[in-house]
């Protein structure tokens, strides 16, 4: 399969260089050729399926011309080598938990994906000594850094704002050792992003050295992330609750959602989808006025969601040939302030039992403001409350369970680079 730029300004090419490039050279996102529909009899049969099954029959579809059926199927099982399961919340509103991964995010899905395919495609050119640069704010870094570890072939360089990273996300990629380096950056996210960026424009250093990026552009972390939507609705099927189906996707940079209308394109039956933000509700307004104005993000306790200028929102614009009218028919948006997103939190847990973290609050609320009786809600869970223990205790007033996973990672010893925000600083390191 080709996969072309959303920008049209370069020509389309294959799921090795799509996957190594990242971002096309025309700055536009990579999206495939084709987004082939699934047969009727998939969908018919999907409730006695595995994740896993089900998964394969969807990567299958974008990824079986280029890899042989075997390598794809243990790509496939090995990256989900945990549950995504939907849990009943209240009413008609279901949790789709995609926090039970080795970091407790779902980004575990796309970048365990991502590392698998990469180190396959590395394998096969017998090349050696790829790095990986990977700027992040929390969340990517851990997913990345974890997903990567112990890859063949592969570094990883983790660059993180000093004293900008919660701990808990912090020790998910400080204490790895092996193949991940941490990079303290004496700065903000933004300027471990430009260092990173600067990397792939400098000419010496991409003469010496095999770099790529593994930021949620890359095809081979967004659309394995379709593979849940498909698993959920199986689930809700099994309990014949698969009528009239809402998703609702926190959403940051769109990623996650995108995956999501394109498994409805696959023919999964999905009534509507929505997306859920904070504060920065670029998404929102453009929904509402039909213009797109990116500004700085603003800081909020649903920090993964902290986005501007969401990157796939060219592939939205793509998917819909650039239709305000379509865009707006398939998707409704909500945003809600910290102070709602405290008080939906607490709410919930005292209600139902059931506890949020503050992106899936996000994700809740707006199901809960707007289904009808004959739809059945589900919100995708986006990280497990306890990554963000502070905010969460603050908010219900007790002290939370810390799952045995993230309580490993913080015995493990902090090992990290300091360095300035000074790219020449960054360069010479590289090429030590
Ligand atoms: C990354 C992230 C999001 C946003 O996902 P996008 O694909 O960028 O929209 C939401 N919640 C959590 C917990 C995240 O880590």
Redesign the pocket.
Known sequence: MKYYSTNKQVAGINLQEAVVKGLASDRGLYMPDEIKRLPQSFFDNIENLSFQEIAYTVADAFFGEDIEADTLKDIVYDTLSFDTPVVHVNDNIYSLELFHGPTL???DVGARFMARLLGYFIKKQEQKDVKVLVATS???GSAVANGFLGVEGIHVYVLYPKGKVSQIQECQFTTLGQNITAIEIDGTFDDCQALVKKAFLDEELNGKLNLTSAN?INVARFLP?SFYYFHAYAQLKRQGKEKNVVFC?????????TAGLIAKRMGLPVKRFIAANNSNDIFYEYLQTGKYNPRPSVHTI?N??D?GD?S?FARILDLYGHSWEKIKSGISGYWYSDDAIRKTLKGTFEKTGYLL?P?GACGYQALADSLTVDETGVFLE??HPA?FAETVETIIGKDIDIPEKLKAFMKGEKQSVNMTKDFADFKSFLLQ
């Open positions: 995010a779902f980004k929390g969340d990517t949620s992330q996707v926190p959403s940051g940079n769109f990623g996650n959602i649903a993964a969601m986005v969401p796939n973290d992106h986006t990280a990554k």
